[in-house]
């Protein structure tokens, strides 16, 4: 039913128990040189779209929504733009998708039909759509192109969930996940981060529900089912988004809101309150915000992410409704995206480090201002030893922040490394020139590289231009060059330190041990993500009638907390803790957050008792995952 997905690494976020020895690799290493001769750093493996021959500037959408077909049904006219004089078709990316006719229209003549064919599915980049150019298509240096088309109801970006899978359970609810490769299950286009497009969409909805789109959401739009859009910005394509449900608003400030079913619209209100303090804090570090509003978008359970960033409304799980705001990192981490990733963007997927280290340095730096030091100190050593985790279940090749990488599938590339290895080095270069020093230059880089995208070997090079070289002696091109094609950390890495995690993971020791008592442990007092470190610091061969001691004391196998419900049940899973089991089952249940779910699963499979417990669970659930999800765990529990 779902796409075969080939993962690239087969990477799970946690799959020890304590934390490991940081071992950065000693084997030899990739050079900017010594990538391999054939692989082309600038080219994206990932589409089949004839970029260098045609690039779309402009897409019209005229879709309708159809919830008992699970289909969306309509077109998509791109306006493109000829590079190269001898091209004579042009090719779009698609999967999945049904093609009813391609139009082609050249300035103000007529519409003429156009022939096409779909080509080969491949099992992870789809089929593409090869149109032929005739008449003056074949010569013309700018064409729009009119595809009309269905959706299937696999559609890999769409998920279309029944009333029962929603909050309110009246109305149906549809959402999009285009990142990295599905805006193609739902539009034909050139699906590759290296071409920015803008957009306007009509879409026509059931009159009760409302559709929202990564575009100019209007708060008082009239609720009829004719919805119109503009994205006026350009945008790569892993940036379109839709959404249509029983869905609300509610303002948070001046510029921003949220939206979500109502019965989840007053706990969205509060838990991400400090968005609009985000926002200008956000301003004031890196530069204007560029694209209007900023509004949330709050999902049903199965929404397989932590966030999406989509430009004006990012998308959010609801398991981040932990009633304390102890999770809003993630909404810093989207937000961040505003400038790292949406306004400038990685020109492949291999460079996906500009995105989402960038991301991860600036969520860090948002955290500092906007709560403490220490709270950002805490985000930085757990993201440090998820980081460890990573390093053990990859092969050095590809522990280089950007590794060559042409085959296998990009959702499943990278993993922490982009993230954290990347948020490491970005801190490294901030310590080593100064804040001062390293903030002007990434306001300026926001400034040069707006609406633009940018390869590891463009960003190395602006990097030396006007950092690097612009203060010299300082760190080198061939210091840099280690952390970008190299694998583990350089020895002079800055390791995050915090003294609220070193004192929980000293009292778990202690309390192990024998020396202390559990009344000891000032848990209660404790921020959720030091109650996570303290849960991982406890040694491998706790005896069970200790693990039984701990969960009563802290409330960990009922706790709300989404990221110490996480941390326990792998615990669990991976001492086969049994009497927590039916608990761990619950937390299966509740969210389909990919980074919830899989890793218990995974540590059930690998604790040499459970597989077959694992995959009953999962057959259980498995009807509240998104496919991405589900993709995810079919591998971890070797179902695929
Ligand atoms: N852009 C990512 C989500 C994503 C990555 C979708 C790769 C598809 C492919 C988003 O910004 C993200 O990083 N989400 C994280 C947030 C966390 C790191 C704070 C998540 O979902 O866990
Ligand atoms: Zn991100």
């Not at 340095?361 to 709560?371: D, F, G, P, Q």
């Not at 085959?407 to 990347?422: E, V």
């Not at 080198?476 to 609220?500: F, N, T």
Request: hydrophobic content about 40%; charged content about 20%.
């Amino acid at each position: 039913m779902f796409r075969a997905t080939i993962p690239l690494i087969a990477f799970s976020f946690v799959l020890a128990l304590t934390a490991c020895s940081p071992k950065p690799s000693e084997e030899p290493v990739a050079s900017t040189e010594s990538i391999t001769s054939t692989y082309n750093p600038a080219r994206d493996y990932f589409t089949f779209s004839n970029t260098d021959q045609f690039v779309t500037k402009h897409l019209e959408l005229d879709l309708t929504v159809d919830f008992d077909a699970r289909q969306l049904r309509g077109s998509a006219s791109l306006n493109m733009e000829r590079i190269s004089s001898d091209a004579r078709e042009i090719i779009l990316d698609t999967r999945d998708l049904t093609i009813e006719t391609v139009n082609i229209t050249v300035g103000d003549n007529e519409a003429t039909a156009a022939s096409f064919e779909l080509g080969e599915t491949h099992p992870v980049m789809g089929a593409p759509l090869t149109i032929k150019l005739q008449g003056n298509a074949e010569s013309a240096s700018s064409l729009d192109v009119k595809i009309s088309y269905r959706t299937s109801p696999d559609s890999t970006a769409l998920q279309w969930l029944p009333p029962g899978l929603t909050a309110g359970g009246k109305h149906p609810f549809l959402f999009s996940q285009s990142q990295a490769i599905h805006a193609r299950s739902w539009i034909p286009l050139q699906d590759t981060p290296s071409v920015r497009i803008t957009y306007a969409a009509k879409i026509h909805t059931p009159s009760e529900l409302l559709a929202v789109m990564s575009a100019n959401n209007n708060p008082d739009a009239a609720r009829d089912g004719e919805y119109e859009f503009e994205m006026p910005q350009p945008i790569p394509s892993y940036l379109v988004a839709i959404a249509v449900g029983n869905i609300y608003f509610s303002p948070i400030g001046e510029e921003t809101g949220v939206y979500t079913e109502p019965e989840m619209l007053e706990a969205s209100v509060y838990e991400f309150a400090d968005t609009q303090t985000m926002l200008e804090t956000a301003e004031d570090m890196f530069g204007p915000y560029r694209w209007g509003r900023y509004d949330l978008l709050v999902l049903p359970p199965s929404f397989p992410y932590g966030g999406m960033e989509n430009p004006r409304l990012s998308y959010l799980t609801p398991s981040l409704l932990a009633g304390d705001r102890s999770l809003v990192a993630v909404l810093a981490h989207e937000l961040a995206h505003s400038w790292s990733g949406n306004l400038v963007t990685n020109a492949t997927w291999r460079d996906g480090w500009l995105n989402e280290g960038m991301t991860s340095y600036i969520e860090k730096r948002l955290m500092e201002v906007i709560y403490s030091t220490e709270r950002a100190d805490v985000d930085n050593v757990i993201s440090y030893h998820e980081l460890l985790l990573d390093f053990d279940n990859v092969s050095p090749e590809r522990q280089a922040l950007a590794p060559p990488f042409e085959t296998g599938d990009p959702d499943d590339f990278q993993g922490t490394i982009h993230y954290h290895k990347g948020n490491l080095f970005l801190q490294y270069l901030e310590t080593n020139f100064g804040r001062e020093t390293f903030d002007a230059f990434i306001g300026q880089y926001f400034d040069d590289y707006s609406f633009k995208t940018i390869t590891t070997e463009q960003f190395l090079d602006y990097l030396d231009k006007n950092l690097l070289s612009a203060n010299p002696g300082i760190v080198s091109r061939a210091q840099v060059e280690q952390w970008i094609y190299q694998p583990g950390l350089p020895d002079d890495a800055i390791i995050p330190h915090s003294d609220a995690l070193d004192a929980a993971a000293a009292l778990a020791k202690a309390w192990s041990a024998d020396e202390i008592s559990i009344d000891q442990v000032p848990a209660s007092d404790w921020a959720p993500m030091v109650v996570v470190h303290f849960i991982n610091n406890l040694p491998d061969d706790l005896a069970q009638n200790r693990l039984a001691e701990v969960d009563g004391a802290l409330g960990l196998s009922q706790s709300k907390n989404a990221e110490i419900a996480r941390t326990w049940f792998i615990q669990v899973a991976q001492r086969r803790y049994e009497p927590a089991y039916k608990y761990l089952e619950i937390h299966l249940n509740r969210f389909g957050r990919t980074r919830l779910v899989k890793p218990v699963y995974a540590a059930l499979a690998e604790n040499g008792e459970d597989l077959d417990l694992a995959r009953q669970m999962f057959e259980n659930a498995r009807g509240l995952y998104h496919p991405i999800t589900i993709a995810s765990i079919e591998l971890a529990l070797k179902l695929r």
